[in-house]
Nanobody, 127 residues
Framework: QVRLVESGGGLVQAGESLRLACVASGIKFNEYLMGWFRQAPGKEREFVGIISRNGSRTLVKDSVKGRFTISRDNSKSTVYLQMNSVEPEDTADYYC????????????????????WGKGTLVTVSS
């Protein structure tokens, strides 16, 4: 059974930093693409970042480029989202996601999402 558990959310002020972590179990972690998505109040879920199985390739949403970094530690079955210079617009529930299918380009997962999800961690940015 796949289990993804996020941590690290909380209340921060604009301009500060936050690091989210997601620990996976029930999967061979290094065989899965990992990603982060978010959903703000009243809005649809949106892609934030994705990382390849060995961590050599990443893609992040244009609006967070230069501020957010996705990384992973396969020895710890953990994926991270480093959030710097956060803005009030970054307020959302952040969800970790995993997908064992590797036949698609990153753009597929950006549009369609991934097939395993965590329960989310709330990030609130005050101005």
């Amino acid at each position: 059974q796949v289990r993804l558990v996020e941590s690290g959310g909380g209340l921060v002020q604009a301009g500060e930093s936050l690091r989210l972590a997601c620990v996976a179990s029930g999967i061979k972690f290094n065989e899965y693409l990992m990603g982060w998505f978010r959903q703000a109040p009243g809005k649809e879920r949106e892609f934030v970042g994705i990382i390849s199985r060995n961590g050599s390739r990443t893609l992040v949403k244009d609006s967070v480029k230069g501020r957010f970094t996705i990384s992973r530690d396969n020895s710890k079955s953990t994926v991270y989202l480093q959030m710097n210079s956060v803005e009030p617009e970054d307020t959302a529930d952040y969800y970790c996601a995993a997908d064992g299918r590797t036949a698609y380009e990153f753009s597929y997962y950006v549009r369609a999402g991934m097939n395993h999800w965590g329960k989310g961690t709330l990030v609130t940015v005050s101005s």
